[in-house]
């Protein structure tokens, strides 16, 4: 089995864009992971369109956004009114999703899409690059200049941007990492009792 999956965030690119990010990477099927995959600021990656955009340039596109979005169904993944990652992460619809994309990592070369351009910013990264990585499977994320960023290098700037050093006196270098998962997902857990736009 290809141990292989890309991520990317679809920003406000043009589809044709997104596809020339993709292309140097051989990516031959794209993974949706967003909950509600429509935007009325880029309805050129509305769910119909985009399907339909990678149909026709010989791109697989699989939808996995009810089991592996941000915004889960199952009402028990939220502790008041917030969307908890660690809940949803132990669910039976996420390790269903799971399976799904592993399954077809198999066969295609994949990449996660969300919206967010900043992976460092999306539940593709901090709920599931996470435990795809912590499972041995090798992420890399493709930034918005087409270049790589492994899942390795990633976790260096989450442990900065949340003021960690991996020389910590009293905690291990995954307890750190562990600690600034659960605090990056705080700030952009899908709240839903507020009305402003969450991440998807």
Known sequence: ?????????????????????????????????????YSRFNPQFNREPIAAFFKRKGVEYLFLGRELGARSEDRSCYRNGRAEYSLIAQSRLFAS???????????????????????????????????LHEQGVDVRHILEDGSLEAHEQLLLRLLAAHGMQENHLFHSRDELVAIAYEKQAEEIQYAAEQTQQQPA
Do not use: W
């Open 1 to 37: 089995m290809n141990r292989t999956i890309y991520t990317i965030g679809h920003s406000n690119f043009t589809d044709e864009h997104l596809l020339e990010l993709l292309q140097p990477h051989g990516i031959t099927a794209v993974a949706d992971v967003r909950s509600q995959p």
């Open 97 to 131: 999703g799971i399976e799904h994309l592993l399954g077809a990592a198999g066969k295609f070369n994949i990449a996660m899409m969300c919206a967010e351009k900043d992976p460092l910013g999306c539940h593709r990264t901090i709920l599931i690059a996470r435990h």
